[in-house]
Nanobody
Framework: QEHLVESGGGLVQAGGSLRLACAAS????????MGWFRQAPGKEREFVAA????????YYADSLKGRFTISRAGTENTVYLQMNSLKPEDTAVYYC???????????????????WGQGTQVTVSS
């Protein structure tokens, strides 16, 4: 059972923008960090961005800083990923996740986040 539902994926030309959204579907995520991963065909899943409970702290993969922005809605159970200046190499399935510990998103010293969505496809054409 998926606890998170992503939306906003699709096909876009290089240089374009997309905004992904992730909403809790079966429970609330009070005091949980939320964030995004992606997995391209034939590649391992990689961290994209994360945001702490309350939204005070944000974390990004170094390669994506400046193009991607993560934010949380006022309800705290919805997280967004604004993706600008998209490139063909951004093509992937994007997954939303939630965990009490934000380090689970970007640190290899921690297990993966507890809760996941089903993913949404983002395709960037050249």
């Amino acid at each position: 059972q998926e606890h998170l539902v992503e939306s906003g994926g699709g096909l876009v030309q290089a240089g374009g923008s997309l905004r992904l959204a992730c909403a809790a579907s079966t429970r609330t995520f009070t005091n949980y960090a939320m964030g995004w991963f992606r997995q391209a065909p034939g590649k391992e899943r990689e961290f994209v961005a994360a945001i702490s409970w309350g939204g005070a702290n944000t974390y990004y993969a170094d390669s994506l800083k400046g193009r991607f922005t993560i934010s949380r809605a006022g309800t705290e159970n919805t997280v967004y990923l604004q993706m600008n200046s998209l490139k063909p190499e951004d093509t992937a399935v994007y997954y939303c996740a939630a965990d009490p510990t934000v380090r689970t998103f970007y640190s290899t010293d921690y297990d993966s986040p507890l809760y996941w969505g089903q993913g949404t496809q983002v395709t960037v054409s050249s």
